[in-house]
T-cell receptor, first 116, second 110 residues
């Protein structure tokens, strides 16, 4: 595997379900990100992890819970979601050199989530 | 607040024609500027980026972009579009984090 991989690629869940999205990067990067992509809206940054510590949480509802067990893996745990949470969830990674948002982010293919 | 504007939601061009996708940003200083492309079912792929120096930046797949400080713009161009260029294009600004535009969907007709 190369680059950034995400599983599953598609997920349909009910509002009472609990599921998790997985992201893995094979680039040796030290920062990982979760974005939400909804139609006709800019990508929304949800969470940022640098060196496995969360450094950004853009007021995301608590029904989304991230986990970063090591620099190569990132999870997004989902529970009691709402239909408006249906979107494409993208994972990205970069080499954070401490200089701010200058480092290219590499994106995975995304997980298409549908909440019924 | 930082913002990125891509005024064209959808553009249709003929194969072989030239292309220009517009991007304007709102930020006090010169940020880091990026263009990404997203094909259906795929993640975002970096086309090119601007940090400083020469305001005309060359990227992959024959794309280029020009930074114009006076207009706060970073428009993407390609002299001759190929059918495989049909995709969604996103402009992004790197400040404290990445800020993306809403994207421009490109259709290429034969």
């Amino acid at each position: 595997e190369t680059g950034v991989t995400q599983t599953p690629r598609h997920l349909v869940m009910g509002m009472t379900n609990k599921k998790s999205l997985k992201c893995e990067q094979h680039l040796g990067h030290n920062a990982m990100y979760w974005y939400k992509q909804s139609a006709k809206k800019p990508l929304e940054l949800m969470f940022v992890y640098s060196l496995e510590e969360r450094v950004e949480n853009n007021s995301v509802p608590s029904r989304f819970s991230p986990e970063c067990p090591n620099s190569s893996h990132l999870f997004l745990h989902l529970h009691t979601l709402q239909p408006e949470d249906s979107a494409l969830y993208l994972c990205a990674s970069s080499q954070d050199r401490g200089g701010g948002a200058e480092d290219e982010q590499f994106f995975g293919p995304g997980t298409r989530l549908t909440v019924l | 607040a930082q913002s990125v504007t891509q005024p064209d939601i959808h553009i249709t061009v003929s194969e072989g024609a030239s292309l220009e996708l517009r991007c304007n940003y709102s930020y006090g200083a010169t940020p880091y500027l990026f263009w990404y492309v997203q094909s259906p079912g795929q993640g975002l792929q970096l086309l090119l980026k601007y940090f400083s120096g020469d305001t005309l930046v060359q990227g992959i797949k024959g794309f280029e972009a020009e930074f114009k400080r006076s207009q706060s713009s970073f428009n993407l161009r390609k002299p001759s579009v190929h059918w495989s260029d049909a995709a969604e294009y996103f402009c992004a600004v790197g400040v404290d984090q990445f800020y993306f535009g809403t994207g421009t969907s490109l259709t290429v007709i034969p």
